[in-house]
């Protein structure tokens, strides 16, 4: 009896080890919630997300500060957008901050990153969408009733 | 215990309803609120953006567009004039002949033959072929060729470590950085910079912007309403920026 606690004990140990030195598959508790939370996937497969998304971004930033092309799908503003997390004030941590998204991967890797000094951490400014101009006040309009409808299917969703 | 139903009847078909429709209509909606350009499409050169500044109407002690451009991008400064960042700026010129005073709003000129990607050693300041000459700060080493090479003094260099800056206007210590035409707007579709907006807000209507191919566009209007000249025309940079009333 004795003899199979310990053999139990060491394969348990065996079968655990890997994967406190592996990254892979390992759920961060982030301090705060943030929009991606909610979502089940990101803009591509979680694995893919994990190893390319410095690729998606450097093709990304290339297309949209020479050609002015701002998809929202793997636009480093989009990003931050949704996996900033907001503390219970509602107020937003820097994502690059301790304990945050990018912040705790880049730390067990090692990979240092400076998109933050100059990238705002936190959505800040005026958001380029929803702004009222002369010229298109209608399609403010439309702006406005697409987002309620778009809020209401959001409240239909998540009662499911 | 029951289980009590969640949604009444008139609630669950008020909701699929609102479902039903959106998923129908929100397509069409979406295409039409987004203008000219689609987020996804590539800027064309059919497309020359300009700018028309009548300084008869730009007034004195007014500020309204560099407060805007200080707002828009975030370029708060440090109190310190000589080396803050300056997108745009007001300079008061004099003419010597008839000692009258004018100020004029002075900024990145988009010039079509611009001196300052003739000196840049790494490419990044670039001249996008919509006609906006902008500084790739991924690969601006800071050298601050360009700040030499413009006639204009319209582009500044960030000295110091920056903590404050808006999402759609990055910007960091060791880049040197301009007016770009609000392009983040005008990827956005809004043709109005945040200075015109301003200006026009003030009631002063100073500045115009717009589409040069776009016959109907306020700039095109402000140019055939009046002469606009460039700013040392001598050097023939042709500017897509010009100015009239001086």
Redesign the interface.
Known sequence: MHQLAIRLLLSILILVTPNVFSHDGINHSLIGKSKADSQEQCVEPTEIMQKEHFVFLYHQ???T????????NHSF?NC??CHVSYDEKGKAIPINSEGQFCQTCHVQTAVNIDCF????SV????K??A?I????EH?FH??K??NE??N??G??SG?K | MKNKPTTSRRDFIVKSLTAISAVYFIPDIITKAESAKPLAQEVTSDTKWAMSIDVDKCAKGCTACVDACVEENGLYGFDRPETDSQWIRKLTIKNIKDDKIKVVPMLCQHCENPPCCDVCPTGASFRRVDGIVMVNQHTCIGCRYCMMACPFKARSFVHENLTEQVTNAPRGKGCVESCNFCANRIDHGISTTACEEACMKEGHNAISFGDLSDTKSRVNSALKKKDNRRLRSDLSLKQRVTYSGI
Do not use: F, M, W
């Open positions: 930033r290339d297309k500060v020479i050609k002015g092309v701002r998809t929202k503003a931050i957008d000094s100059c990238h705002a959505p800040r400014g005026r380029s969408v702004k101009t002369l010229e298109n399609n439309i702006t009733l697409t409808i778009i209401h299917v409240d239909y009662e």
